[in-house]
């Protein structure tokens, strides 16, 4: 199913073969979390639900408030992000710099948010100045969350200061 997926998208054969982007598995067992920015409704596995509630609780004890852009996402639905994309005229190479082809998003296990704040603009590298991005750096660990994607990650992927997973 993902060779004929990534065929379809004009995603190289080769992709994820060097070992530097490991696949995903789907996550089945999904508990919602709360609506995104725009008002859709996010999923976590049940563990790292607790964990972000955790987390958001105490950011906002500590005058911090965490927002979440982006929980779960299917394989289906990384296709259909990738598929917008191409249709609005962007070159493959550029779209897997900055999403993981079908199958190899941190997504779908369910364990990665991408979060966001008031004040900062969500998804772009603004959000590292921001206090929210601070106080993550300083208390996420706690909660089993890290940063995925640092300068310079081995996955090749853009700075991601946003993009969060809780460890399995």
Do not use: C
Request: hydrophobic fraction near 40%; proline fraction near 6%.
């Amino acid at each position: 199913m993902l060779r004929e997926l990534h065929e379809e998208l004009g995603i190289p054969a080769n992709y994820g073969q060097d070992g530097t982007r490991p696949v995903f598995e789907e996550a089945t067992d999904l508990v919602e979390v709360g609506p995104n920015l725009v008002g859709r409704m996010q999923r976590l596995t049940p563990a790292t639900a607790q964990s972000w509630a955790d987390m958001q609780a105490a950011a906002a004890a500590d005058g911090v408030l965490l927002l979440i852009v982006s929980g779960f996402r299917s394989i289906d639905y990384q296709a259909r992000l990738i598929r917008k994309k191409i249709n609005a005229g962007q070159l493959v190479s550029d779209i897997l710099r900055v999403n993981a082809a079908p199958g190899f998003s941190e997504h779908h296990t369910g364990r990665a948010v991408d979060i966001a704040s008031p004040g900062s603009r969500p998804l772009t590298e603004e959000f590292e100045a921001s206090q929210a991005f601070q106080w993550l750096e300083r208390h996420a660990a706690r909660y089993g969350f890290s940063m995925s994607y640092p300068r310079d990650n081995p996955g090749g992927f853009i700075y991601e200061p946003w993009h969060w997973a809780r460890s399995a």
